[in-house]
């Protein structure tokens, strides 16, 4: 199976900026999302990459290295309401598991005043 | 557009009863998912339906989960019967192709808690 590792708290203060890491082993790559998740809600859609680079969108960019097996989310400009769990996702592609995602444990993000 | 809808939002049930969820996916997305997510932790996949078959059920507990999605629309899903260790958040997810780059989209969840 595959083996996505992220931490599991990390804390920042209002207009700051933070840096979510996720390292992730599997043959059968095809993708990494991020999710975000408020308490007692549903993950909901943040970023996707498939080749190695930057993906920008607003405040919240993701970066992809294949080859490291290694991603990471940014927040610029953090604000209160941005304190959630953030998901790390592989897509695995191989045999029977068509577009299936591995799910890291999450990341409780807070954010101080 | 409707996302996708998931009832209950809640259930309480006694260790060895049986409980079923339901859900509806978004209008015209092919794929439904159902995972299992346990406090602290990322989603699980039990499930995955293409239309109205099955393409992944590796991780679904057999002897007691299972699932169906007739018509390939709405489908449920039953524990019978049920133990502790299955108090989770059932979460119902739906993608619109096959394309790498369709994301999935969650349903609110039912939140299961087993006496």
């Known amino acids: 199976g595959q083996n996505i590792d992220q931490p599991t708290e990390m804390t920042a203060t209002e207009g700051a900026i933070v840096q979510i890491n996720c390292t992730y082993q599997?043959?059968?790559?095809?993708?990494l999302f991020w999710y975000q998740q408020h308490a007692g809600e549903a993950p909901t859609f943040l970023s996707y990459?498939?080749?190695?680079g930057l993906e920008e969108k607003g405040r919240f960019s993701s970066f992809l290295s294949r080859s490291k097996g290694y991603s990471y989310l940014l927040l610029k400009e953090l604000q209160m309401k941005d304190s959630a769990s953030y998901l790390c996702a592989v897509r695995d592609n191989r045999g029977s598991t068509l577009g299936r995602l591995y799910f890291g444990r999450g990341t409780q993000l807070t954010v101080w005043p | 557009e409707a996302g996708v809808a998931q009832s209950p939002r809640y259930k309480i049930i006694e260790k060895r009863q049986s409980v079923a969820f339901w859900c509806n996916p978004i209008s015209g997305h092919a794929t439904l998912y159902w995972y299992q997510q346990i406090l602290g932790q990322g989603p699980k996949l039990l499930i995955q339906?293409?239309?109205?078959?099955?393409?992944?059920d590796s991780q679904l507990p057999k002897d007691r989960f299972s699932a169906e999605r007739l018509k390939g629309v709405d489908s449920t899903l039953k524990i019978q019967p049920a133990k502790l260790e299955d108090s989770a958040v059932y979460l119902c997810?739906?993608?619109?192709?096959?394309?790498?780059?369709?994301?999935?989209?969650f349903g609110p969840g039912t939140r299961l808690t087993v006496l």
């Open positions: 599997t043959s059968g790559f095809n993708g």
């Open positions: 990459n498939v080749l190695d």
């Open positions: 997810a739906s993608r619109r192709g096959q394309s790498s780059y369709n994301e999935q989209f």
């Open positions: 339906f293409q239309n109205n078959g099955v393409v992944d």
